[in-house]
């Protein structure tokens, strides 16, 4: 089915180690956005890539990066992951802007 | 900076009873407004969205919302609730030119037999 993708789908890290999370879209859209999901504060917006070859900061991108690596693809690096890390991450793509967001089906990170 | 409220963090209706989920942005300039459904365990999914045009907007399941500029609100209804409604609904903003979207905090619904 089309949409995106993401993996893994559960990861327990300790702290300081590092993980890459993965993103996929086969819909050839353009934007594509990292999100994490705390109780009680909604989404909130990590990095995104407006389109292929460009990343920006969004309201969280404090020990994050992030890796537009084509069109299709967005990786999230946790370099040193800390507990307060600890999330609900989901990847979503647009066509562009004005259009909604398909998510993907969330990455569920504990870090200890 | 934009900002969107979500009034009610849970609200519960008896099925077939009227669903009205409260959204309020903050920009003078009318900005795309989006609700999206979160189901247990899954990420979110597009239910209707406002960027210009008609004010009430009709989306997928029988929901559907209306634009109002004086008030700068974005609720949204259902006449009748299903006990497959029950999920929790989050509201969307972007300011016209931008990539970024802010999401309220969430309304968790809950539907009564």
């Known amino acids: 089915n089309a949409g995106v993708t993401q993996t893994p789908k559960f990861q327990v890290l300790k702290t300081g180690q590092s993980m890459t999370l993965q993103c996929a879209q086969d819909?050839?859209?353009?934007?594509m956005y990292w999100y994490r999901q705390d109780p009680g504060m909604g989404l909130r917006l990590i990095y995104y890539?407006?389109?292929?070859?460009?990343?920006d900061k969004g309201e969280v991108p404090n020990g994050y990066n992030v890796s537009r690596l084509n069109k299709r693809e967005f990786s999230l690096r946790l370099e040193s992951a800390a507990p307060s890390q600890t999330s609900v991450y989901f990847c979503?793509?647009?066509?562009?802007?004005?259009?909604?967001?398909?998510f993907g089906s969330g990455t569920r990170l504990t870090v200890v | 900076a934009q900002s969107v409220t979500q009034l009610g963090s849970h609200v519960s209706v008896s099925e077939g009873a009227l669903v009205l989920l409260r959204c309020n942005y903050s920009?003078?300039?009318?900005?795309?407004l989006f609700w999206y459904v979160q189901y247990p365990n899954q990420g979110l999914q597009l239910l209707l969205k406002?960027?210009?045009?008609?004010?009430l907007v009709k989306g997928i399941n029988g929901f559907e919302a209306e634009f109002k500029k004086s008030e700068t609100s974005f609720h949204l209804t259902k006449p009748s609730a299903h006990m497959s409604d029950a999920a929790e609904y989050f509201c969307?903003?972007?300011?016209?030119?931008?990539?970024?979207?802010?999401f309220g905090t969430g309304t968790r619904l809950k539907v009564l037999a």
């Open positions: 979503a793509s647009s066509r562009d802007r004005g259009h909604g967001y398909t």
């Open positions: 819909m050839n859209h353009n934007s």
């Open positions: 890539s407006a389109s292929e070859g460009t990343t």
């Open positions: 920009s003078s300039v009318p900005p795309h």
């Open positions: 406002y960027t210009t045009g008609a004010t």
């Open positions: 969307a903003v972007s300011d016209r030119g931008t990539y970024k979207y802010i």
